[in-house]
């Protein structure tokens, strides 16, 4: 199969329904899990609460197209100690998410969706981001390949961190 050419931008206001998608996607990452329908996994608190208010200041997300297609997203969000997503470590420093649609994956839209958002991290004076994958995730070599390191375990999940002047793109 030829993969069609891929290319990533900046989100707009009304990507918010693909980030929400690739939101699903990445929370349903093995084809072991039982996926319910995305219309079903939206009325959940955990999924509303990590896409409440999307667009506020510090929120950073980045797209990938095929033609005519988004198929891809990567963005990060600042939170505090009271209201957090999974990978948190502290309120300066946000947390990273990535979906991919499945029929895309393993073709380096997820290494470029992560390089384009670091881009947008350093040009935005970000000096630190955090995210948390699951050790199984293969998304997790992309992670450590990156500058990703571990320094913490939450339940069955890692949190890696990636410091900017440890790391280089």
Not at 31 to 36: A, C, I, K, S, V
Not at 119 to 133: D, I, K
Not at 145 to 157: A, D, H, I, L
Request: with cysteine; proline share 8%.
């Amino acid at each position: 199969m030829t993969t069609p050419p891929f290319t990533t931008r900046l989100n707009t206001p009304a990507d918010l329904p693909v980030i929400e998608a690739m939101l699903f996607e990445a929370f349903f990452w093995s084809p072991t899990y039982e996926r319910p329908a995305l219309e079903e996994f939206r009325q959940q608190p955990e999924f509303q609460k990590l896409v409440a208010n999307w667009g506020r200041p510090g929120d950073r997300a980045v797209i990938a197209e095929v033609p005519r297609q988004a198929v891809g997203a990567a963005w990060y969000r600042f939170w505090t100690e009271s209201c957090h997503s999974y990978g948190f470590v502290n309120a300066a420093t946000p947390e990273v998410g990535i979906g991919v649609h499945p029929d895309y994956r393993g073709r380096g839209m997820g290494r470029a969706l992560l390089r384009h958002l670091l881009s947008e991290a350093r040009r935005s004076g970000v000096p630190a981001l955090s995210l948390s994958v699951d050790p199984q995730n293969v998304a997790r070599q992309l992670y450590e390949s990156e500058g990703f390191v571990k320094v913490g375990e939450s339940g069955t999940s890692w949190t890696l961190t990636r410091i900017e002047d440890r790391a280089s793109v």
